[in-house]
């Protein structure tokens, strides 16, 4: 039996083989894993690779697309993954040293690249809730994990940060309702403590679940999830909204069949270099990651304001 049909024997007999071993056959290397970068269509991100039939979620690249962040679902637990690429060659990806233990998921690099902020209920209250936790990075090694103490105030926790620039954190929060309504809030950082969270906008905030905010580092457009609006596509879908002249947000659009489709789409972000757009999907049966170039961003923009 050649190469070629070995690895596909163990493909088939062992769908999670390891980066490693795989990538001594796909000579994985380069930005992103070596993946062929998308266009304007939506793509998987690294099939058998990343996506594989364990369900991932949540996406997070550093800057220079060598290191990459993402959690799967182990033992019936959320845990925070990552791999490195050192030497032309992609680590095999292991859980970071935090994570594990506890229910530990929707991250996000701050924009510095000096902090690394997920939910966790490993949460001082002894509820079982999701709060915002902070680890600071420092020559790629991680400290230990610290609550960030954003929210007190709310009783179902905080969940998915997104920090822009200037410091300021979005988030959703549950309510304490029958239906438990989601909604986005922001916390601004001032010295060492976060202000009071506020609502960002009520156009972003509807009647509707709201959830899952990414925030654009310099604060110009908005995307977060939401459901059961009169234009969904399926369970959940992604929305847009950008600032107008006179630093307002927009009316949020849905943006479309490019993105969403009957399946849930959750936890939006873009890559610190700006060049694409990573989210979530349930579409092929269980939770992939997907990708598609921040092209499509200029076509959005100009589809403002709705008619």
Known sequence: MNDFLKLCVLLILYPSFSLAQIAND??????????????????????????????EMNTAFTRDATELYFTRSVDNKQTIFYTREA???????????????????DFTISPDEKQLLFASDRNLTGERRLDIWMV???????????????VPELTWGSN????????????FSCLADPDRKCELYKSQKVGTEFTKPAVPDPKLN???????????????????????RPDGYGDGDLYISFKDEHDNWLEPLNMGPDINSSANEICPVVTLDG????????????????WISTGIFESLRKSFPPK
């Open 275 to 290: 060049q694409y757009f990573f989210f979530t999907s349930s579409r092929k049966g269980n939770n992939d990651l997907f």
């Open 26 to 55: 796909q000579a994985v290397s380069g930005p992103y894993l070596g993946q062929q970068p998308p266009g304007l269509k939506v793509e998987i991100f690294a099939p058998s690779l990343i996506s594989t039939e364990r369900n």
């Open 136 to 150: 600071d990075i420092k020559e790629g090694k991680w400290s230990d994990p610290y609550p960030a103490n954003l």
């Open 87 to 105: 030497n032309g060659k992609w680590s095999d990806p292991a859980p970071v040293p935090f994570s594990g233990k506890h229910n530990d998921r």
């Open 160 to 171: 998915y940060p997104s920090m822009s620039n200037d410091g300021t954190i979005y988030f």
């Open 206 to 228: 509807t009647s509707f679940h709201e959830w899952d905010p990414f925030i654009a580092p310099d604060k110009t457009y908005i995307i977060f999830g939401s459901k059961d």
